[in-house]
Structures are given as C-alpha cells and as structure tokens.
C-alpha cells in the first residue's frame, strides 16, 4: 500500500498509517452520510477520501477551532457534488462534531448536497456548476500574489468538469499569469454521471492538454498517500507556473462491489448495502494496521 519507509522526506511511516486508518475512518462516514441522507453522491466521495485525509490532516495549513485565518490555505472543491468527503474530513479534524454529519442533506442543515460558504464556515466558495471552481481559485491566487500573501490555493475538479469550456478559459489565465501558489487536484476516476469518461468525451492525452496551457503536470496514485503528499510538496518547488496533480483513483474505493461502476456516481446505498460496505471497511481496516506491521 505504501513505499517502503524513509523513502519520503516529507511524511514518516507513522503518518502514513495515521492517515491511512483515518481515511478508512472517513469512508465509514460518508457511508454512514449517505445512507441516513438517503440521497447522494457515492464513488466519488469514497474514491477521494485517501487525498481528503492527506489535505486536512498533513498538507493544509488551516485551524479548525478559527475557520477565516487569514495565513489559511484555501480549498475549493469545484466538484462540489463529492462534498460528503469533504464534510466527513472536516468533521474528523475538528470543524464540527462528527454527529452532524448525519444531518447531510436534511432541511436546514449546514450540510447541503452541495456546498454553501454562508452556511459552513470552513468552506471558501459555494460550489455546484462544474467547471466554475477554477476560476474562484484563479482569482484567489491572483488576490493572494497581489497582497504578497504566502498561503496557496488548492482546487480540486473531476474529470468529468474537464468537459466544461470555462474551465479552460480559467486553466489559460492561470498559465498566462505564471501563477505558481495555485494548485490544480483532479480527480481522475473514468467515470462521470453518464457512464465513462473516454466514451462519453474523451480527454487523452489530459497531461499534454494541461501542458499546453502552460501547467507543470504531476500524476500519482491517488491512493497512495505517500506518493500524493510528494507531489503537493513538488508543486510547491515550481516557481514559474502552476501545477496540476492528476491524481487516478478508484470510484467507490475501499468497497469492491462498486468500484469502477459509473451508475454508483449518483446514487446512495440503501441500508442493507451499507451494513455490507460498513463491514467490508472495517475488516479493510485490519488488513492496513497489518501492512504497517
């Protein structure tokens, strides 16, 4: 599951297992969201806990107890429909009580389907349109570079949103401004809500269409912690553009009856599924704390 130790000068062994039981704890939760919503997005969030975990519990610089630092990093999550990562991440590191999540989608909740910054603070931007997160996170590090301000921007997008014509208005602005405190975390699943991505528009080669807009481009293994909190480090060595992390993670991870099933893209489990999915994390659980033995 991960390199062999002392290979990263970045993160320990140690914090890999930390982050790695945390990440498992984290797709309990959003199973547990899910089902008690009764409505939702299920690969999505499941496939992008390992990196949700790496960002809020290693590489952000933000404080759960003051939500507007100013020295904060920022996060927008473009593809807001996998908010339900993003709410069990932020739970588990202390924004809100854990409880709450139970609440996703429910009438006045601050927990919404999708993500609204006047009701969460925590959250940078109000997210559904895909495609428009590039954009908020362009001006951002634009804002940040103009008040010589060092935190840095994080926006993370599907693939599926690389389909969205402004998003790439917003990717050449950034190359044209050199913008190196931003980020780009796509998550490169294959799948988008009508199937997979090469056959309902293909976007290979997406490394050398990044690179045409003047990106420096990283790929990893989504799932591999390690690997991932190495590129984050990387982008931030790259002084003369910005830097996009493909990251190619598994839809539905850590549950194996749904990864790679596209019509899991929309769709929550029903109860009976979920006492299932609960049982196989937990056992998954085990198999990590023996790995790291």
Same mark, same amino acid.
């Given at each position: ?13 140690? !914090? ?28 999505? *969030?499941?496939?992008? %806990? &390992?990196?949700?975990? #790496? ?10 107890? &003051? ?29 809100? *009580? ?7 989608? !429910?009438? +006045? ?23 428009? +997160? ?8 634009? %804002?940040? /570079? ?5 935190? /840095? ?6 693939? +599926? ?46 490394? #050398?269409?990044?690179? #045409? ?21 990387? #982008? ?32 929550? *489990?029903?109860?009976?599924?979920? !006492? ?18």
């Amino acid at each position: 599951m991960t390199s062999k130790p002392g290979l990263s000068e970045y993160i320990s062994e140690k !914090k890999i297992q930390e982050l790695e039981l945390k990440a498992n704890e984290i797709r309990q939760s959003v199973v547990e969201m899910l089902v008690a919503a009764g409505s939702g997005h299920t690969a999505g *969030p499941l496939g992008m %806990a &390992d990196i949700f975990t #790496a960002m809020y519990f290693h590489v952000l610089n933000h404080s759960p107890k &003051d939500p507007a630092l100013v020295s904060r990093d920022r996060l927008v999550l473009s593809n807001g429909h996998i908010t339900p990562v993003r709410y069990a991440a932020m739970a588990h590191a202390g924004y809100f *009580p854990v409880e709450e999540l139970r609440t996703l989608r !429910k009438f +006045g909740s601050r927990l919404q389907g999708h993500p609204e910054r006047e009701r969460l603070p925590g959250l940078e931007t109000t997210s559904g349109p895909l495609g428009s +997160g590039l954009g908020q996170a362009v001006g951002m590090a634009l %804002a940040a /570079r103009m008040d010589g301000a060092y935190w /840095r921007t994080y926006c993370f997008m599907s693939d +599926g949103e690389q389909d969205e014509g402004v998003l790439w208005e917003s990717a050449m602005l950034a190359g044209k401004e050199r913008l190196s405190n931003l980020t780009g975390i796509i998550d490169r699943n294959n799948i988008q809500i009508d199937g997979m991505t090469e056959q309902v528009m293909p976007l290979e080669s997406l490394r #050398a269409k990044w690179e #045409a807009f003047n990106w420096h481009v990283l790929e990893v293994d989504g799932h591999n912690i390690e690997a991932f909190v190495d590129a984050v480090q990387q #982008a931030k060595a790259i002084f003369e553009r910005p830097t996009v992390i493909i990251a190619h993670t598994i839809p539905g991870k850590g549950v194996k009856e749904i990864e790679f099933d596209y019509t899991w893209h929309g769709i929550p *489990p029903k109860p009976e599924e979920a !006492k299932k999915f609960l049982a196989e994390l937990r056992t998954l659980r085990g198999t990590i704390q023996s790995e790291h033995q």
